[in-house]
């Protein structure tokens, strides 16, 4: 069974643009999670969808958004991008959104902002 | 508040030693689930191990064992006999989803560097 995927794996963008992140979940898996990964930061969680909706959200500024498709795949968006904003963007999916579920996670997008 | 804690922020061995990782969590809720994750240079974290808050029976698997022990709110990870493919960051990560979700709370991360 392949793996959660993730397009592109490579980015750079200058401040200003906006960037779409795509992640494509393990099949038969419906919950999707976005997180950010920096130096000084860590993992941080941005949010989680099931079935189409957002269950969960983390700190982060609304530049930053997200949606679920009908097929379970994701896409992250993040307007007017900041340089704060460079980071390894890592997707994550489970089988379902039930308690404590293992998540397993994609190689990430690494986003350079200049 | 959920916090999880990975004081050792690099680790230095020789190959054929082994090596601890420590983690400490924080959460009220008293079901929870613990995690511990490798992240090699390639940047993809690699699932290790899922625990539950009642079981705390230590686990072994090849090389790798974890001890769990909610008395102290540990969940430490043991590489024996390390190799130099074990050079990775390891994380460990918590998930209380009384109010969360499956929110993973992630430790900062050991650097684990295998020298042969």
């Known amino acids: 069974k392949a793996g959660v995927t993730q397009t592109p794996r490579y980015l750079i963008k200058t401040r200003g643009q906006q960037v779409t992140l795509s992640c494509s979940p393990i099949s038969g898996h419906r919950s999707v999670s976005w997180y950010q990964q920096t130096p000084g930061q860590g993992l941080q969680f941005l949010f989680e969808y099931f079935s189409e909706t957002q269950r969960n959200k983390g700190n982060f500024p609304g530049r930053f958004s997200g949606r679920q498709f009908s097929n379970s795949r994701s896409e992250m968006n993040v307007s007017t991008l900041e340089l704060g904003d460079s980071a390894l963007y890592l997707c994550a999916s489970s089988f379902l959104a039930g308690p404590g579920e293992t998540q397993y996670f994609g190689p990430g997008t690494r986003l350079l902002v200049l | 508040a959920q916090k999880v804690t990975q004081a050792q922020t690099e680790i230095s061995v020789v190959e054929k030693e082994d090596v601890t990782l420590d983690c400490v969590y924080e959460?009220?809720?008293?079901?929870?689930?613990l995690f511990w994750y490798k992240q090699p240079p390639s940047g993809e974290l690699v699932f290790l191990i899922r625990?539950?808050?009642?079981?705390?029976q230590n686990e072994i698997s090849g090389r790798y064992s974890w001890n769990f022990q909610k008395s102290t709110s540990s969940f430490n990870f043991t590489i024996t006999a390390s190799q130099v493919v074990d050079s990775a960051v390891y994380f460990c990560?918590?998930?209380?989803?009384?109010?969360?979700?499956?929110?993973?709370?992630f430790g900062s991360g050991t650097k684990l560097n295998v020298k042969p």
């Open positions: 959460t009220r809720d008293t079901t929870y689930y």
């Open positions: 990560a918590l998930s209380a989803p009384l109010y969360n979700f499956n929110k993973f709370y």
């Open positions: 625990r539950n808050s009642f079981d705390e």
